[in-house]
C-alpha cells in the first residue's frame, strides 16, 4: 500500500478546541499538538473571546470557528461538532486550549474508539498525579459510580472533558449537546448511553494550566458539587434518542 493509500485508510480526525480568552495559552498548546499529530485537523472554536484568541490561533495555523457571543463550552462543542458533521470526519476529540491535556495522549484516547463510541481520557485511572479533593472530589466519586452503573462498565472520570467519538457519537451530540453548566460532561455522557452509545475510559495524565490560575475556592467546590448532581438529574429527564437514530444528515 503507497503512502497516499495509507493515508485515505486513516480515519479522517478532528481535534476541536473550545477556547475563550486563552491568548497567553493556545499558541504553544497549537504548536505541541501539531508537532505530536501534524496528520490531524484543528478546529479552534472561539467562544465570544474579548482578548486576542482569535488571532494568535489564526497565526498559529489553527482553523479557526468564531462564536459571536460567549455561550459557554457546551455551546463551543456542539459547533464544533456541527462543523465535524458537516465536513464528513469519521472522529473528534476535544481538547482544552489552556494546555491541560498532553497531546501525547490523544492518539491513546481515539484508540478507545476502537471498541467504543466514546473514548473518555480519566485523570482517575492510575496514571499521573492528578488530585481533587474536598467536595469536587467527592462528587466527582459518586457521579463515577452512578454513570458506571447506567453506562455498565467501570468508569472513574466521568467529568473529564478530554474525550473523543466515532461517527454514532457526533450524531449524537448534534442532536443533544446540552449548554448547561456541566451538561457538557455529565448531561451528555449520559443521555449518549442511555441512547445506547458505548463509552470507555483510557488512563491519561493531567498537567497544570499553562496559564492562568485555577480556582481552589471552596465555596465554588460546594456549589461544583450542587450543580454536578442538578446536572445528574437534569439527564436523567432527557429524551433518549435510539441508536437507530444517529444518522449523517446536513444540518
Given at each position: ?22 491568548e ?21 472554536v ?9 488571532a ?83 462528587a ?56 445506547g ?51 449523517w444528515?446536513?444540518?
Amino acid at each position: 500500500m503507497t503512502s497516499q493509500q495509507e493515508a485515505a485508510a486513516r480515519p479522517r480526525t478532528l481535534v476541536i478546541m473550545p477556547a475563550w480568552n486563552e491568548e497567553e495559552a493556545i499558541a504553544d498548546t497549537l504548536r505541541e499538538l501539531r508537532t505530536a499529530l501534524p496528520e490531524v485537523d484543528v478546529l479552534v472554536v472561539d467562544d465570544g473571546s474579548e482578548d486576542r484568541t482569535v488571532a494568535v490561533a489564526t497565526e498559529a495555523g489553527a482553523r479557526v470557528l468564531q462564536l459571536p457571543h460567549n455561550l459557554g463550552v457546551g455551546g463551543a462543542m456542539r459547533a464544533g461538532y456541527k462543523y465535524a458533521r458537516r465536513h464528513d470526519y469519521d472522529r473528534t476529540i476535544q481538547v482544552d486550549a489552556d494546555g491541560q491535556h498532553d497531546p501525547r495522549d490523544i492518539l491513546a484516547v481515539l484508540d478507545g474508539l476502537e471498541r467504543a463510541d466514546i473514548s473518555i481520557g480519566a485523570r482517575f485511572a492510575e496514571k499521573g498525579t492528578y488530585e481533587a479533593k474536598g467536595p469536587r472530589r467527592w462528587a466527582m466519586v459518586v457521579l463515577a459510580a452512578v454513570i458506571s452503573r447506567i453506562a455498565r462498565t467501570r468508569l472513574t472520570d466521568v467529568t473529564s472533558g478530554f474525550r473523543a467519538g466515532n461517527r454514532r457519537a457526533i450524531a449524537q451530540y448534534c442532536e443533544h449537546y446540552p449548554a448547561e453548566y456541566l451538561g457538557d460532561t455529565i448531561d451528555s455522557l449520559v443521555v449518549a448511553v442511555r441512547s445506547g452509545l458505548t463509552v470507555t475510559q483510557v488512563p491519561v495524565e493531567m498537567r497544570p494550566r499553562q496559564a492562568g490560575t485555577p480556582s481552589n475556592n471552596p465555596v465554588k467546590a460546594a456549589i461544583y458539587l450542587l450543580r454536578s448532581f442538578f446536572a445528574l438529574a437534569l439527564a436523567m429527564t432527557r429524551r433518549r434518542v435510539g441508536a437507530d437514530r444517529h444518522r449523517w444528515k446536513e444540518d
